[in-house]
Nanobody, 115 residues
C-alpha cells in the first residue's frame, strides 16, 4: 500500500483560511470514500469530513459551515477548505482513503491556529 500524500498545513491566524490537499496513489483500486481526520494533543483522532464516490459528504458538527470537503476524481485528490479557523482546530490532520481492497492513511500534516 502506498500512503496518500498530504499538503497544505501550516500556521494561520484565527479566522483565517487554509486548504489541505491529499493525493491518493493510483494503485488504490476503486476508491469508495476519502476523508480527513484530526488528532489534537492528548485527544483521540476524530473524523472531520468524508466524501464518498458519489459525492455525498459528511461533516463533524464542530466544522459544519466552516469546512468544505471536495474531490477531483481525475487526480485522485481530495481537498479540505477550512475557513474561519479557530484555535481548537489546531491538530495534525490525516487523510484517509478507502477502496474496495485498501484502507490507507497519510502521515499527517500539522495545522496550527494562533489566537
Amino acid at each position: 500500500q502506498v500512503q496518500p500524500v498530504e499538503s497544505g498545513g501550516g500556521l494561520v491566524q484565527a479566522g483565517g483560511p487554509l486548504r489541505l490537499s491529499c493525493k491518493a496513489s493510483r494503485t488504490i483500486f476503486s476508491i469508495i470514500r476519502m476523508g480527513w481526520y484530526r488528532q489534537a494533543p492528548q485527544k483521540h483522532r476524530e473524523r472531520v469530513a468524508v466524501i464518498t464516490s458519489d459525492g455525498s459528504t459528511n461533516y463533524a458538527d464542530s466544522v459544519k459551515g466552516r469546512f468544505t470537503i471536495s474531490r477531483d476524481n481525475t487526480k485522485n485528490t481530495v481537498y479540505l477548505q477550512m475557513n474561519g479557523l479557530k484555535a481548537e482546530d489546531t491538530a495534525i490532520y490525516y487523510c484517509n482513503v478507502v477502496g474496495i481492497r485498501d484502507n490507507v492513511w497519510g502521515q499527517g500534516t500539522q495545522v496550527t491556529v494562533s489566537s
